[in-house]
C-alpha cells in the first residue's frame, strides 16, 4: 500500500511542477489563479460557474492582473473562452496521457457575456 501511495503522491507532485512552471511562464507569477472550480453535474447549465467568476474577473480587469487556470477536460474550453480565456498551451502533460490545457485571460480581454 506504501508504494501505491508513493507512487500516487509522485504523480500528483509532478503534476503539480509542471503546472506551476507553466503557471509562471505565462504569468510570472503576477496573476490571480483559479486553482479549482466544479459545478456538480446536476447543477450545470444554471449560471453558477458565471456568479462565481463574474466579481472576481471583473475585479481583475479593474486592476489590471491577468487570471490563469488549467483543465484536462476539452469540453471546459470553451466554457472557459466565453469568460475571455485564450488557450496559452494544449499538450498532454509530461511522461503521461493526461490531457492539460493552460489558459489564460488577460486584464484587457473583457468576458464575452457574464
Known sequence: M?????KVIGRMLSYETYAMKLKRKY???EDWYI???????HEQGKGIASKLLKPMLEYCDR???????????????????????????????P???????AMLKKASNP???L
Open 2 to 6: 506504501d508504494r501505491i501511495r508513493k
Open 27 to 29: 504569468t510570472g507569477n
Open 35 to 41: 486553482y479549482n472550480l466544479t459545478v456538480l453535474h
Open 63 to 93: 486592476v489590471k492582473t491577468p487570471v490563469y487556470l488549467e483543465t484536462n477536460k476539452e469540453m471546459n474550453v470553451d466554457i472557459y473562452k466565453h469568460f475571455g480565456f485564450e488557450v496559452a498551451l494544449q499538450g498532454n502533460v
Open 95 to 101: 511522461k503521461s496521457d493526461v490531457e492539460h490545457y
Open 111 to 113: 468576458c464575452n457575456r
